[in-house]
């Protein structure tokens, strides 16, 4: 009978898959976990329960968040949601304006930022602009392209085949345009066409072959030809799909009825999309050719310009971009989904985006041994945690990438690329995620629970979701402000103690002690349990070898609970207290150091962990490493 003293240094691996639970051999093995729920994972290791969701405010309707970012100063969270966007400060709504996109709709949407203007596409809704005029004053308008001289210079393509003819009755005035093949559609009232390289708008469509305009700029000609075009994006065409700048050009991918076309803007001239004659700072278009058609799903400025479509990644380069040098290459073969927009984030000069088949985190990295961009699976050890992503962000502070499923979990992962740190965990709520944004280094979720759709910010502070925090210079019994948590029984902290569960009645609830602050919200559980023991196998025993756990150490950080199964059950490890003893007299004071929980019972092999750590407790919690003591006898 052997006895052996293991330590867990660290959860730098995360939870992964119990398809290598057979796989020991492996460094994310000694480094990972059976399963992590509601815990973050340290950069540098530990595993900590993670902060409560701290209520701001409700929502008429589901939706997306949208961070909005002027300076380090002022910073905006925007709810967009049915025909409606609210805007939050500090956490307090500052405006509501009228938005054109529905709730099914947003699930498309695509935006980019620059200074006070948020631009946003969606590919069957005209593009829009939000501004900023002030903190309590925004202003939503469609995009105005550049226009001179009454021509609009905006992206022109001619749907139609080449040899299709357009004749015009006059070369100025109101005039009827008639097309040797059906061309026009009811939509394209209000539309420009370029006959000759001239703008006219279409007033009337008579029928498929005839249409009334005007001309804008006076025609060279009047007879029949097929130099037309008509504006690239209408409700007739669709509208662009993704938007982003890049070398101080605004730059569009892909329309609805052009989904693998790129526009980029004049130089410095962001709405000014006139080819011209092709200078190096004229506005440049062209189509991704390959053997497939590639959908363009986002486009997105990092090291080059980086084209996610529906199957492959690309890359445009050009120091600078211009007509004349612009390249574009096929880096990986992946995809992006095409049922919803998903933003790629940045991650220490690395692209994040989320493949196509919804069950894997690709890492586009350009390798300069190789001069190209590689696509790694960074979810390979836990796709189990991915199914059907519909949101993502990233927290730097955190180094914490979220990313909100269709189900209302969040799957977390905590990101280190000096260090190789790649570390999944699942999140959960009582209620339904449904999307995430970081502002300013704050997580906001948009979350649905019983009562409503609610905005939360994930608060250190708070152990609890959905949490108000309240204060009373007198000690109190009765704590009012929990409207949105009407009927539902709350976790209540007071002055530090432990409460337990109350039910909130007229938006109130009442403690049996009066207290001078109170935190009320949902309670949630957090779970810790390590893979499986692998001991003796270089004395050839095997993993279904008889074990007992003789001890578990845990190394704590600034911990005030710990509930520990180690195979007679749970139980709670006792803490000192700040005051004198008792159960409702005083908080617990936060410890770091070492907890040792001992055990009994033999067993052999399975795949069940040697201990596990299940706390709904409203009380921080932190394990940086753990020590176990076992025996192992004979095979």
Not at 198 to 203: A, G, M, P, Q, S
Not at 464 to 488: F, K, P, R, Y
């Amino acid at each position: 009978m052997t006895r052996l003293t293991t330590t867990q240094t660290n959860f730098t691996a995360g939870e992964i898959s119990t398809r290598l639970l057979g796989r020991a051999d492996l460094t994310a093995y000694a480094n990972g976990a059976r399963r992590l729920r509601n815990v973050f994972i340290h950069p540098t290791g530990g595993v900590r329960r993670r902060p409560g969701l701290r209520f701001i405010g409700a929502e008429p309707d589901a939706g997306r968040l949208v961070a909005f970012e002027f300076n380090m100063e002022q910073t905006y969270l925007l709810v967009l949601s049915e025909l409606s966007t609210s805007v939050y400060m500090d956490d307090s709504s500052v405006a509501t304006i009228a938005t054109p996109w529905t709730c099914v709709q947003l699930a498309q949407i695509v935006w980019t930022q620059s200074a006070d203007t948020l631009l946003i596409c969606h590919p069957e809704v005209a593009p829009q602009k939000i501004t900023r005029t002030s903190h309590t004053s925004w202003v939503i308008e469609p995009w105005r392209f550049f226009e001179e001289s009454g021509s609009i210079k905006q992206p022109h393509y001619k749907f139609a085949a080449d040899d299709v003819t357009i004749q015009s009755s006059a070369i100025s005035g109101s005039v009827t345009l008639t097309a040797s093949a059906d061309v026009f559609d009811a939509g394209h009232v209000g539309t420009r066409m370029r006959f000759k390289g001239k703008d006219v708008e279409i007033t009337a469509v008579a029928s498929p072959l005839s249409a009334s305009a005007d001309v804008k700029v006076t025609l060279a000609g009047a007879g029949p030809t097929t130099d037309w075009t008509e504006q690239a994006f209408s409700p007739v065409r669709g509208q662009p799909v993704s938007v982003t700048f890049h070398q101080d050009r605004l730059v569009i991918g892909g329309s609805r009825d052009l989904p693998n076309r790129l526009w980029l803007s004049k130089s410095a001239d962001l709405f000014n999309f006139d080819l011209g004659s092709g200078a190096d700072d004229e506005a440049i278009e062209f189509a991704i050719l390959s053997d497939q058609v590639n959908a363009i799903r986002a486009v997105f400025s990092g090291r080059h310009l980086q084209i996610f479509t529906s199957g492959a990644e690309w890359m445009v380069t050009g120091d600078p971009l211009t007509p004349v040098n612009i390249q574009l290459s096929r880096q990986t073969r992946e995809g992006s989904p095409i049922d919803r927009a998903i933003p790629p984030r940045d991650v220490d000069g690395a692209t994040l985006f989320l493949a196509r088949q919804g069950s894997g985190l690709r890492e586009f990295l350009f390798t300069d041994s190789v001069q190209a961009y590689q696509s790694n699976d960074l979810a390979i050890l836990a796709r189990h945690l991915i199914v059907d992503p519909v949101d993502q962000d990233f927290d730097p502070d955190g180094r914490l990438l979220h990313i909100v499923m269709a189900d209302g979990g969040v799957a977390t992962v905590t990101i280190f690329r000096a260090e190789q740190v790649t570390a999944w965990t699942l999140q959960s709520t009582e209620g339904a995620a449904l999307s995430v944004a970081v502002v300013a280094g704050q997580v906001y979720l948009l979350v649905q629970r019983a009562n409503g759709i609610f905005v939360e910010v994930m608060d250190e502070s708070v152990q609890t979701d959905s949490a108000l925090v309240g204060t009373s210079a007198s000690e109190t019994i009765s704590w009012s402000g929990l409207d949105h948590l009407e009927g539902l029984a709350v976790r209540v902290v007071a002055d530090g103690i432990d409460r337990g569960l109350k039910t909130v009645s007229g938006g109130a609830i009442a403690l049996a002690q009066p207290a001078n602050t109170v935190e009320a919200g949902l309670s949630f559980a957090h779970e810790i349990e390590p893979l499986p023991p692998v001991v003796g196998l270089d004395s050839g025993r095997t993993q279904n070898a008889p074990v007992r756990l003789i001890k578990a150490t845990f190394r704590l950080e600034n911990s005030a609970a710990l509930r520990v199964d180690t195979g007679l059950g749970f139980r709670e490890i006792p803490f000192k207290k700040l005051g004198a003893t008792g159960v409702l007299d005083s908080p617990v004071q936060p410890f770091t150091g070492d907890k040792s929980v001992r055990a009994l019972g033999w067993r052999r092999g399975g795949v069940e962990p040697l201990w596990r750590v299940q706390q709904d407790t409203p009380a921080a919690c932190t394990i940086l490493s753990v020590l176990t003591e076992i025996k192992v006898g004979g095979s």
